[in-house]
């Protein structure tokens, strides 16, 4: 038996939606404290006008600012079993996930949507770090596959943006079984293919990165994030020194082989539609090579 | 239970002289500790077993290949950067099969343990793994994954080379290897570090070994905002085989010697010896697609059932 077919075809619905902040609230930029309007804030895409930090944002928003003409369709995310070890700490995670659900109006830590960039057909899983730090647990790796599969049904590069501390540690051992569930997505894609475009927002860290996040055909991060594995904290305690100054940045990263690109938000667009012109004229042309592609990645 | 033990200990000194009195209070005492130590293993809490599973005198990968792997060949390095001891590897045979046998070794002595980086892998190690997988593949050869660690080692160095790049790269290797793979969690299964090598065909689990997102102390500092909760946060992950079981993420647990491992390696070996030889059998007849379609869907299902 296949995991989807106790789910329903994704529903399609198209989302509209309009920042609801009023324009005059503002923000410090947490890394330079410069005051930021909204206003500005929302036309700068989120990234502070004095020193260039890219503030965190909100997956939808993500998703709006690459599709062309902000116009894309939510594709239904698959329902997923809710608590499975009826895991509770100092709350209940029944009620940890509710809340998050509440405050953000989402059903779990992820977003998926199809659209076009730059006239190219696209797939894009986003996670949210407002919900429970973007963390990955049951719910995320159903969606991440469904996102997966729909990119192959439609021939589609798959393009994942990651912002997320890891596993969702209140699923325990079922959030650690996602790592393996979206590298089988991520097999598919290739076996299809298929470009899989990685997108590191700040952070990526955990067995997000362990994961799906570090196994793009093209790695592309926002300048400034911090992706890594373990935690810094974690690090520090265990080997007693300072960290090098950048250590675990995207530029860091780049300049240690691990990624393609460090791309500014202003400009991630174009760049995804010119790789998806670079890549669109041969993927997917001959099933043999994809065979070959998916036979040594 | 270490009263009992030394008072066995005395008796068995005084045995020496073949009195009969002294061999059957010996017989007495022995069966106290034997009803003792089922007692209290038959309802270690989560968190007794994160104590079982970390003994330092459990067996480790060495020992395991010692006694199960005739013409053992260890095979180093992972053509990239360099030789990585905290994941071992290498050819050989087991049970008469030649086999590709690898995993976590903690090591035994202080020193030995310094050595191994207390089981805790740079890249290289998830490195070397993928490549011995592949070297498997090529020549038709089952392999075998034996994890044991407390997780990937969080330093400056393994992050600079890539530590979530490596265990990703080994997850997918894991998963599209066209041989037989059987893993088996012997010890500490620790997060990212564990799944690494362990996406297998068949996962086997130790009676009293654990298997864990995060370390009881690592999810305590933060879901609990202290250390000093592990007991409370060991409870709440599940992280027993028991619990694997249940949720079908192992198929399969390796009964322990009385008392765990630690108390009878020899034992503890054999049965896992026999039980990674009896899974390898009923994978031996399969083909290389229909292994790995079998191996994805059975990750698939993962998380589609609870404890509830
Ligand atoms: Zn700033």
Redesign the pocket.
């Known amino acids: 038996m296949n995991w989807l077919s106790n789910l329903v075809r994704p529903k399609l619905r198209a989302l509209v939606r309009k920042t609801d902040v009023p324009d005059n609230l503002w923000t410090n930029?947490p890394?330079?404290?410069?005051m930021l309007y909204h206003r500005d804030l929302e036309a700068n895409l989120h990234v502070?006008s004095?020193?260039?930090?890219h503030l965190r944002l909100r997956a939808h928003k993500r998703i709006e600012m690459l599709f062309d003409e902000g116009r894309f369709e939510t594709v239904a995310t698959p329902e997923a079993l809710v608590d499975p070890l009826r895991f509770r700490d100092r709350k209940r995670y029944g009620e940890r996930l509710r809340d998050a659900q509440a405050a953000t109006g989402m059903a779990d830590a992820i977003v998926l949507a199809e659209g076009t960039i730059g006239g190219h057909i696209a797939v894009i899983a986003a996670l949210d770090f407002e919900f429970m730090g973007g963390s990955m647990g049951v719910a995320v790796g159903n969606a991440f596959l469904a996102g997966a599969r729909l990119a192959v049904r439609r021939r589609a590069p798959f393009i994942a943006i990651s912002s997320s501390g890891g596993a969702r540690m209140q699923e325990g051992i079922l959030a650690l079984m996602q790592l393996p569930r979206t590298v089988i997505a991520v097999q598919e894609v290739r076996e299809a293919g298929l470009p899989y475009i990685t997108v590191l927002a700040d952070p990526t860290t955990g067995g997000v990165s362990a994961s799906f996040a570090m196994l793009g055909d093209i790695a592309i991060a926002e300048p400034g994030a911090v992706i890594g594995f373990a935690g810094a904290r974690v690090i520090e305690e265990t080997i007693r020194q300072t960290l090098p100054d950048g250590f675990q940045r995207s530029e860091y990263l780049h300049e240690h082989g691990m990624l393609d690109l460090v791309v500014p938000r202003s400009e991630l667009k174009p760049t995804l539609a010119r790789l998806l012109r670079l890549l669109g004229e041969s993927s997917g042309a001959s099933s043999e090579g994809a065979a070959r592609l998916a036979a040594d990645p | 239970m270490a009263e009992l033990e030394a008072r066995l200990e005395e008796l068995r000194h005084l045995s020496g002289g073949g009195d009969i009195d002294v061999v059957e209070e010996v017989g007495r005492v022995q069966s106290r500790i034997d009803r003792q130590l089922r007692q209290t293993y038959a309802k270690l809490s989560a968190w007794q077993k994160v104590q079982v599973a970390r003994h330092p005198e459990r067996p480790h990968f060495g020992d395991y290949v010692g006694t199960l792997v005739e013409d053992w060949t260890p095979l180093a390095g992972d053509r990239l950067y360099g030789d990585d001891s905290a994941i071992l590897g290498g050819l050989g045979r087991l049970r008469g099969r030649t086999i590709v046998i690898m995993g976590h070794e903690k090591g035994a002595s202080t020193e030995m343990r310094v050595k191994h980086n207390f089981g805790m892998a740079h890249p290289e190690g998830y490195r070397k793994a993928r490549r011995l997988m592949r070297m498997a593949e090529r020549f038709r050869l089952p392999v075998i994954t034996l994890v044991d660690t407390p997780g990937a080692f969080p330093g400056i160095g393994a992050e600079e080379r890539g530590q979530a790049e490596a265990i990703a790269r080994s997850i997918d290797t894991c998963l599209g290897v066209r041989t037989p793979l059987v893993s088996a969690i012997i010890g500490e299964g620790g997060s990212g570090g564990a799944i690494a090598l362990a996406a297998g065909d068949a996962v086997l689990m130790l009676e009293h070994a654990v298997y864990s997102v995060i370390s009881p102390e690592g999810c305590a500092s933060i879901l609990w905002r202290s250390a000093d909760q592990a007991q409370l946060a060991a409870e709440a992950l599940r992280l027993t085989a028991q619990d694997m079981q249940k949720l079908g993420v192992i198929d399969e647990i390796v009964p322990e010697p009385l008392g765990g491992a630690h108390r009878e390696p020899k034992t503890a070996i054999e049965a896992l010896g026999d039980a990674l030889d009896g899974a390898l059998s009923r994978l031996a007849h399969l083909d290389g697609a229909v292994l790995v379609a079998r191996r994805r869907e059975k990750y698939l299902q993962m998380g589609q059932k609870g404890l509830g």
């Open positions: 930029c890394s330079c404290g410069q502070c004095k020193c260039g930090h």
